[in-house]
């Protein structure tokens, strides 16, 4: 016999826990479908970073709601999220880059983001120590922020359980099918009909979407991260070099730096493996701009995905497949875009309304436009 649900959302990242926490405020028989545990795709491995700083006033309006989000946790979670405004810092080695810095700080400002263009006197005084060799200017906004993912996951995990949420953990699907409702089996051999679907699964979307005919523009890639011993902190936000060379790290409240960088060319394909040249690249990268660093020891590598699209935005729309959405191709900002638009998700999947302007983030866009603030 089926079970049947009114809405099931699969894939337990942030995009699909966020979306299935406000849908448990509406009544619905609701389930979520998580291949491994929650948090084990991209969410859990990501390094926590929140901002406004983005080139379009859709994708900064929505970063403005997220940030009120995050910081109402807490209280709505009754456990610390680690929710910290320490700002981010980008840096600008060219003149091309401080162009794109100062045309996208016009369009921030009149969304009344508090950001500024600083010297590279000013800069070192946000990161002391910083090393300023052909630094031209640096974008800052103090007000951006940084949070740890697992206990937002397990706080909303909580508040769909109360709410007669139901999940089905280490239980991938391996088909779905598209009948009068939709029919999905499961690795256990359950059989799930459902009449309404969220595909939010990261950079297993596009295979789960294949399955129902869809080929979605999502493009997995392999991005890795380390995280250092515990230092005495010394700087807040979190700073992004932009040279084809740089990193972008932080120090977290517990006085541990977290980092990354993008490799040139990126590694496709849905990995989770580390590689010999990451380490000594990162620890290089992050010693130059900041030398104090060199004294810190990294405790642990790690990798995990991003799904990319052509532009550099998200797909987060209703698929031409009545009744299926697609919440993916976050493009490494999944994090920070999760709860609003888990909300409005939400609210698009019950009323069949939007309640924000997420247009730039539709399925059937030309995909033309390039977010500049990747």
């Not at 810095?101 to 500024?116: G, L, T, W």
């Not at 300023?132 to 993912?149: E, H, K, S, V």
């Not at 699907?173 to 409702?181: G, R």
């Not at 869809?214 to 040279?243: C, G, K, N, S, W």
């Amino acid at each position: 016999m089926n079970r049947t649900y009114d809405v099931v959302v699969i894939g337990g990242g942030i995009i699909g826990m966020a979306t299935a926490n406000y849908l448990s405020q509406n009544n619905i028989k609701l389930a979520v479908i998580e291949r491994k545990y929650i948090g084990s795709g991209s969410t859990g491995r990501c390094i926590g970073g929140i901002r406004q700083q983005f080139s379009t006033p859709a994708a900064i309006r929505l970063m403005q709601e997220n940030l009120e989000l995050f910081a109402q946790m807490d209280e709505e979670f009754q456990t610390s999220v680690e929710f910290h405004r320490g700002g981010y810092l980008f840096l600008a080695h060219n003149k091309q880059m401080v162009d794109v810095f100062k045309k996208n700080i016009e369009i921030q400002k009149k969304e009344k983001v508090n950001v500024s263009l600083l010297t590279p006197e000013e800069v070192e005084k946000v990161v002391p120590g910083i090393n300023t060799d052909g630094l031209l200017a640096g974008a800052y906004c103090p007000d951006d922020a940084q949070a740890f993912p697992f206990p937002i996951l397990n706080g909303y995990r909580e508040k769909i359980s109360g709410r007669n949420g139901e999940f089905f953990l280490d239980n991938p699907v391996l088909d779905i099918k598209k009948e009068k409702h939709f029919l999905l089996t499961l690795k256990d051999g359950s059989t799930l009909e459902v009449a309404k679907v969220l595909l939010s699964a990261g950079p297993w979307t596009g295979e789960l979407a294949k399955k129902l005919g869809l080929d979605l523009p999502l493009f997995p890639e392999r991005h890795e991260a380390v995280i250092t011993e515990r230092i005495p902190q010394f700087f807040e936000p979190m700073v992004v070099d932009y040279r084809a060379d740089g990193c972008y790290f932080h120090q977290l409240i517990s006085g541990q730096v977290i980092a990354c960088y993008t490799p040139v060319p990126n590694v496709p394909g849905i990995r989770e493996d580390v590689s010999f040249e990451f380490l000594p690249q990162v620890a290089w990268r992050m010693s130059r701009l900041v030398p104090a660093l060199k004294k810190a020891s990294i405790l642990r590598n790690w990798s995990g995905s991003y799904t990319m699209t052509p532009d550099g935005n998200p797909i987060v729309d209703e698929s031409e497949i009545e009744g299926l959405y697609i919440a993916s191709g976050m493009s490494g900002h999944g994090f920070m875009f999760g709860p609003a638009i888990g909300k409005h998700l939400a609210h698009f999947i019950t009323s069949g309304q939007w309640g924000a302007d997420l247009s730039e983030f539709s399925i059937d866009r030309e995909f033309k436009s390039k977010e500049n603030m990747k």
